[in-house]
């Protein structure tokens, strides 16, 4: 199929439980390539089933120490060490906020032929880890952040061929959901 499109904040299916994947059969292995291309097209370094609008535990990422597809990941084992750092995601396109999480994870799944894996993963792994099987809880980084006020992003009007340059403010979480919400409202159909 190839690129997906990645459905935004205010869509209610971001905020399904996605359901185990029981079978890895050719179908799943088709749509883990699509996420991946519309992942690294993207650009982002993790993508979850349901951001495509499919209802299943499947991410993928492309990281440093692992990259491409994990069937029904779980965390395993979680630090009690915490971090807290900027996060983003291809849902919320143009807003970062602040979010503290174990810095170091344990996570089971299974590859795309159905063989064990265990990722020990700590720093920006262990985060986007998260924030991936976290989406197939139908949950968001905005639901977590630590700072009340995240920040927006918007490109800086500037002269024709420049380099874009974003400028952000300061704007609190709810403020956030709700300009989504109204743009969803006003691209669902009626
Ligand atoms: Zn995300």
Redesign the pocket.
Known sequence: MGLRQILLLGDPALRRVAEEIHQIDDSVRALAEDMIQTMLEAPGVGLAAP?VGVPLRLITVDLDDIQGAIVNPRVVRASKEQEADLEA???IPEVQGLVRRPSSVVVKGFDLEGRHLVIKAEGLAARCLQ?EID?LDGVL?LDRVSDPKVKVFHPVPANEGDEVVYESELVPVEEVRRRFEEQYAMRAPA
Do not use: G, K
């Open positions: 951001q995601c291809l849902s924030h989406h980084y």
